[in-house]
């Protein structure tokens, strides 16, 4: 079983920047085994949305929302990292990192972006 947790995220204004982490834990092979995580957002009342995602083969996506703004990126097998820049108030929710295809998720991390 994996595990994952992010962090990173907190109270900033329009405009602002903020780097978000997720770190998956447990079974060593199981990690190896991952393709593809992404992080996802979600507002209370809406639904789960897309944000980024990244595939060992390189391929990276994006939603349109975040494109130009966000950059997702990985050191390692088990650390994925996503560098918000130029925030606004839209992009509030609580930021879930993801194994693709998966149903194992983090518990989350808040960003709010406000004046």
């Known amino acids: 079983q994996v595990q994952l947790k992010e962090s990173g995220g907190g109270l900033v204004q329009p405009g602002g920047s903020l780097r978000l982490s997720c770190v998956a834990s447990?079974?060593?092979?199981?990690?190896?085994?991952?393709?593809?995580m992404g992080w996802y957002r979600q507002v209370p009342g809406k639904q789960r949305e897309f944000v980024a995602a990244?595939?060992?083969?390189?391929?990276i996506d994006y939603a349109d929302s975040v494109k130009g703004r966000f950059t997702i990126s990985r050191n390692n097998a088990d650390t994925m990292y996503l560098q918000m820049n130029d925030l606004k108030p839209e992009d509030t929710a609580v930021y879930y990192c993801?194994?693709?295809?998966?149903?194992?998720w983090g518990q989350g991390t808040q960003v709010t972006v406000s004046s």
């Open positions: 993801n194994v693709v295809s998966t149903q194992i």
């Open positions: 447990g079974s060593i092979d199981t990690i190896n085994l991952i393709n593809v």
């Open positions: 990244i595939c060992n083969s390189g391929r």
